[in-house]
C-alpha cells in the first residue's frame, strides 16, 4: 500500500522557523493481519456482493477465506476466483465451517461475516484501529438492507442492545483474536442455535466485549422478508426460551435462502 503526504514548501521570509514532522503512517507489517472467514450454504445470490465488496477493501492485511458447506447451487463458481481460499465441505454445518475457516487463518484478527453481510468500504481499517487488545470479542453496527421503517427501528434496538452492553451480541459478524479464538476450542458444534452468543461468552473470559459504531456491516432482510416480523420475533423468543430453560444442542433452525 502506498501512503502518500503533503509537504507545504515554506515561504522564504518564514523558512527559518522549525516546521512540525508530518504524521508517519504505520509500516504495513506494523497493521494486524485480519482473516474474513465467511461460512456458505447455497449463497449463490447474495456471496458475489459480499466478497465484492471485500475486494474493494484498502486496508493493506487481509485474506478471505470462504467455506462452502453442502452447498448444491453455484456457491463454489460464484466464490473461487474471489476469495483467497475456498475450502469445501460435503456436509453443511454453520460452526464446523467456522471452525475449518478459522484452522486456516492466517491472520491476527479473525472477522466471521455471514455471507449475505456487506462490510462498508473503511470497515477494515476501523477494526485494526478500535479493536485493540483489550477486546476479546466484538461486532459492528448494523444496518438493514431495505430502508424500510420496521427493519430501521428493529436495528436501532439491536444497536442499542450491543451498544450499552445490555446484549452483548453480533449484527452479522464477529470479531475476535485467533489466539482467543483457539483457546476456547471456537466455536460448539453441536449448537446449531444461539452459536455466536455461547462462543461470545466464553471469549469473554480473556477480554472485554467492543461494539465498534464508526463503521456498520449491511445485512439482507430475506429471513424477515420471508417469514414476517412477528413469526420471526416468535422463533428467536422460543429460542431464547430453550436457551435459558433446557438445552440447545442438536436442535436446528430453518434456513432462509
Known sequence: MTWNFFTATAPLETRHVRRKSAPQAPAVSALPMISIIIPAHNEESYIRGTLEALLRQKYPRFE????ANGCTDRTCDVARNRCHRLIEMQERGLSRARNLGAQAARGDIL???DADTVLDGYALHT???KFTPEYAAGTLRGEPDIPR???KVMYGWKNFMHSSGLHEGSSGVILCWKEHFERTAGFDEALHVRENSDLICKLRQMGKYVYVGDTAVITSMRRYEQTGPIRTVYVWAKIWLQ?????LRNKNYEAFR
Open 64 to 67: 478471505i477465506i470462504v467455506v
Open 111 to 113: 472477522v466471521f461475516l
Open 127 to 129: 477494526i485494526a484501529e
Open 149 to 151: 421503517l420496521k427493519y
Open 243 to 247: 436457551s435459558v430453560f433446557g438445552c
